[in-house]
């Protein structure tokens, strides 16, 4: 038995846990060329059970990534184009009086789906941004004081471009902490932009995709996530990294308890992803910047002075020893 009670992950089923991880972040690299990292974050999240905020300029495969997971993993994707006139019912739904039976009847909205892309959601109103909150927290949406629940699995991979502020609201810290992770795609090198632009002269990318798992699978390896084993002296380690945080000079908002669970949560599946049955210092110091740093809130001098909060998450893991330097 594992520390949580639950079946002991052995080595068989890390070995399965990985080899499904491979074939799906090999089959979204068939369309998303040359970003093997962002592919595999995006799936870590995924197996993680969070939601995704990708952080980038227009044109660099936000969507492209959003609809290759979702035909990877045999997942319906909905989306929602975010603007200020969208309206809470526009995503949640709405109930509708029926008038053959005399009864209101729920209208689900596009946010009924296995993986939501919430296309530029810094464009809509923050009214209309809450209303994703409990959705990504419950797994649930409540309309008209009735609550309804959502697919499982269920992820939102919501876009924002960094760039361009005129006519955007930016997001509440507490909104943004219901990300799991933040991510960037960045700009394909050349070699990878030039087989980009061949793929696209003969035929569309996504539409040559098929699936390589299915949702009981994804339901699977995210319950094998929970199993993976974590010491407790990592676990000390992740504590000295939230509490690093809530003491740094450049920083007024740190790690919530949130955040150190979320990095705990995407360290083990990064550790199965690895055909691991347990976590090491390696996999939490991977995928800190991506867990870290869009939970944290800067000082205006320290913004001033051009830091950022990937540089403070860099700084602190450089400056934090693990735990078996400390032996």
Known sequence: ?????????????????????????DNMEQVVRGKRDVIEQTVL??????????????????????KALAVSVGARLGRVQFTPDLLPADVTGVSVWNRTDSSFEF?????????????EINRASPKTQSALLEAM????????GTTHQLPTPFMVLATQNPIEQEGTYPLPESQLDRF?????????DRDNELAILHAHESDGLVGRLQPVANISDIIAMTSMVTMVHIDDALRSYLIDLAEATRRHPAVSL?????????LQRVSRARAAAQGRTFVTDDDIKRVATQVISHRLLLRPE???QGTTADSVVGDILQSIPVPYDRV
């Open 1 to 25: 038995m594992t520390d949580n009670g639950t079946t002991a992950f052995d080595q068989e089923k890390a070995g399965r846990f990985a080899a499904a991880f491979r074939a799906i972040s």
């Open 45 to 66: 999240c995924l197996l993680s059970s969070g939601h995704l905020l990708v952080e980038d300029v227009p044109g660099v495969g936000k969507t492209t990534l959003a």
């Open 107 to 119: 209208r689900p909205g596009p946010i009924f789906t296995g993986l939501l892309l919430a296309d």
């Open 137 to 144: 927290a419950e797994n649930q949406v409540t309309v008209d």
């Open 180 to 188: 799991l992770m933040r991510i960037s795609v960045g700009y394909p």
């Open 254 to 262: 740190g790690m919530s308890p949130r955040a150190t669970l979320s």
């Open 302 to 304: 320290a913004q001033l």
